[in-house]
C-alpha cells in the first residue's frame, strides 16, 4: 500500500511540474493571450450568470477567467486546446489521464482534481458517445473558486461542437 501511495505521491508531483512548465510555455507564446486587469471595481473570474451557448475555448476562458484550458479524453488524446503550447499538449494530456486513472484504481474520487490551491483542476465531463472528456483548467489571477460552474461552461462549449457538427 506505502508502494502504490508513493508512486502516486511522485506522480502527483510530476503532474504538477508538466502543468507549471506548459504555462510559463505559453506565458512566453502570448500571442493568444492577454491579462486580464481590473478597474473600476470590476475583477475578472467567474460570472454567475447561466450559460446558454458558449462557441469556442477562448470564450470559455474569459467567462471562467482561466489562463488555459484543454479538453482531453481518457486515454490521454487532446480534443482541443486553449493557450497551451503545441510543444507540450500530448504529454500534458497523458499525464492528466495517467494522474486520473492512478486515483481510480487507489479508489480515490477523480471527478474534480485540484493542482495548485484551486488555482488549476482537472474535471471530468459528460460522455460523449462511449468517450469520458475531461478538461484541464488552468486558473489566471483570480482563481477559479467553482468546478461545477467550470464543468457547465465546458459541457456547453461540448454541446456546440456537437451541434455544428451534425
Known sequence: MFYLLAIALSSLALTIGAVGLVIKRSRGSGENFSEA???????????????????????????????????????????????????YEAETAAIMAELIGMLEGLGLPASTVTLNDLKSFVIELERVSDMRLYGLVVGGEAGLKDAAYARNVLQKYLESIVERRW
Not at 450559460?51 to 484543454?70: D, F, T, W, Y
Not at 479538453?71 to 503545441?86: C, T
Open 37 to 87: 486587469h481590473s478597474s473600476k471595481g470590476f475583477e475578472p473570474g467567474i460570472r454567475t450568470r447561466p450559460v446558454k451557448r458558449v462557441n469556442s475555448l477562448a470564450e470559455a476562458a474569459v467567462i471562467l477567467g482561466a489562463r488555459s484550458l484543454m479538453l482531453f479524453d481518457r486515454q490521454g488524446f487532446v480534443i482541443e486546446a486553449y493557450n497551451v503550447s503545441e510543444e
